[in-house]
């Protein structure tokens, strides 16, 4: 084995050897990531059809109200809150947004009419500021009602409509977030590792020392590069196996693929960390850095919310920032399945930051 690569190799075990020895480390490389999925997973996991949070408050003693009752109690689109029964109450926990609407049913509803069938008028009572859910929430009833209208007065529909399947299994709303999620984990393992890191080794005099040996500069860059790879891939397989075990993430992509893009990514953003942990001299110059440079692209890159939200201007700037193409290219694989030719933009462009982040680290790098 060439001498050269005998210091690599020795930082690349004295690197995961410390991790895995640090409790706090360990909890920010693997278990913060996976709070996140679980929290997200909760929210974009679950089952993506419409639904209300409604208070039902019936005045009617009828047989007809109390069967309706019961009906919309096991209606899924209708999340009934059984703690409010006025419609005071209702009005309250509508006003902080618990509620999106209130279905009254008056003390006739049901009651038969005079051509011998019942009747009656549900009132949906919403908000100002939850109006389109409420006007949602009255073309539902009504629908139901219609159902129930032609059971007593036959009426012929000269129009229709009919649903069709296509038969092939659509993306979730998780399927979408996942990339993000993943691309927060690699970010904040990349940049946040390393800038806390360096920043104690030099206070303490360990860099220093290092610098009265052989050891060259691009051999520890190379050392510390391959084993937050390694930390990466260990943290991303984690969150995919609880995201298709808990989650059930449909993969469409290539694994290689997407292995391949997260090591570089997780190389590119090792970078940017390095190079503000090697500068920085201690932890108050490191820190505040390193928030300056993660934190817009936390928020502006995709990882919480589509770009498409954003206004074409800002979609332009956001395409370079370098946490975008970490993003888009692990989503085009896992939601698209989209190949290497097609994700050669994103890749290049990965490529590019991590040719200029290292050319920086190293210009910048600092011993003590």
Same mark, same amino acid.
């Given at each position: ?28 490389? =693997?278990?913060?990531? +996976?709070? %996140?999925?679980?929290?997200?997973? @909760? &929210? !974009? $996991?679950?089952? *993506? ?128 977030? =996942?990339?993000?999620? +993943?691309? %927060?984990?690699?970010?904040?393992? @990349? &940049? !946040? $590792?390393?800038? *806390? ?142 190949? !290497? ?28």
């Amino acid at each position: 084995m060439p001498k050269a690569l005998l210091p690599i190799i020795t930082f690349v075990k004295i690197d995961i050897r410390r991790l895995f020895r640090d409790r706090l480390a360990m909890f920010f490389t =693997f278990v913060f990531p +996976l709070l %996140f999925l679980f929290v997200f997973g @909760g &929210i !974009f $996991g679950r089952n *993506s059809s419409v639904s209300f949070n409604v208070a039902l408050i019936n005045h009617s003693k009828t047989e007809f109200a109390k069967g309706f009752v019961a009906q919309a109690d096991k209606d899924k689109v209708l999340k009934i809150n059984k703690e409010v029964t006025t419609l005071s109450a209702a009005e309250e926990k509508m006003s902080r947004g618990e509620l999106d609407a209130a279905i009254v049913l008056p003390a006739d509803f049901g009651e038969q009419s005079t051509k011998g069938y019942p009747a009656g008028k549900a009132e949906v009572i919403y908000n100002k500021n939850s109006e389109q859910a409420g006007q949602t929430l009255a073309s539902v009833l009504q629908s139901v009602f219609d159902g129930i209208n032609a059971k007593y007065v036959p009426v012929e529909k000269p129009f229709s409509v009919t649903a069709k399947s296509t038969a092939k299994q659509g993306l979730t709303q998780f399927d979408y977030v =996942f990339a993000g999620l +993943l691309g %927060f984990s690699l970010l904040g393992a @990349g &940049i !946040f $590792g390393p800038t *806390s890191v360096f920043p104690k080794l030099k206070e303490r005099g360990v860099l220093r020392r290092y610098r009265t040996t052989t050891l060259k500069v691009w051999q520890y860059f190379v050392g510390n590069a391959i084993s937050n790879v390694i930390v990466g891939l260990l943290s991303i397989t984690t969150m995919l196996a609880v995201g298709i075990t808990v989650f059930h993430l449909n993969m469409r992509g290539n694994w290689l693929l997407l292995v391949g893009v997260i090591a570089l990514s997780a190389l590119m953003l090792f970078g940017i960390g390095l190079a503000v942990g090697g500068w920085a001299r201690n932890e108050r110059q490191a820190a505040p850095l390193a928030q300056i440079i993660t934190f817009p692209m936390m928020f502006l890159t995709g990882a919480f919310f589509p770009r498409f939200l954003m206004p074409e201007w800002l979609q332009g700037i956001t395409t370079y920032l370098p946490l975008t193409p970490v993003i888009d290219s692990a989503r085009l694989i896992i939601t698209e399945g989209r190949g !290497f030719v097609e994700l050669l933009p994103q890749v290049g462009l990965i490529a590019g930051w991590c040719v200029v982040v290292y050319l920086i680290a190293f210009r910048v790098f600092r011993w003590e």
